[in-house]
Nanobody
Framework: QVQLVESVGGLVQAGGSLRLSCAASGRTFSTYNMGWLRQAPGKGREFVAALSRLGINTYYADSVKGRFTISRDNDKSTVYLQMNSLKPGGTAVYYC????????????????WGQGTQGTGSS
């Protein structure tokens, strides 16, 4: 399994932007489809975005479509989540995840997880 480490998140003003990154260990990063999921306090872990192995295909949750962008750099074994127009009070822990299977929206389809990093839009 690939090891994943997210960057430190942050607190930004509502309407602001934040970019999360997730670095993977090993030389097999390009063989994984990647995803970002998040978990708000008291809620389950929900899908945010997914990206194919070569970074060509993407899929987003309706709640972030048009505001968030997932991307990857296979040479750096890193996946990114650019978050724009953050909403106030939108506190959540963001997790990057990897799967050897197809692009996934279900958390149970992911094989490896990062430790999570907090992203917050303040009012």
């Amino acid at each position: 399994q690939v090891q994943l480490v997210e960057s430190v998140g942050g607190l930004v003003q509502a309407g602001g932007s934040l970019r999360l990154s997730c670095a993977a260990s090993g030389r097999t990063f390009s063989t994984y489809n990647m995803g970002w999921l998040r978990q708000a306090p008291g809620k389950g872990r929900e899908f945010v975005a997914a990206l194919s192995r070569l970074g060509i295909n993407t899929y987003y949750a309706d709640s972030v479509k048009g505001r968030f962008t997932i991307s990857r750099d296979n040479d750096k074994s890193t996946v990114y989540l650019q978050m724009n127009s953050l909403k106030p009070g939108g506190t959540a822990v963001y997790y990057c995840a990897a799967t050897r299977g197809g692009m996934a929206t279900n958390k149970y389809d992911y094989d490896s997880w990062g430790q999570g990093t907090q992203g917050t839009g303040s009012s």
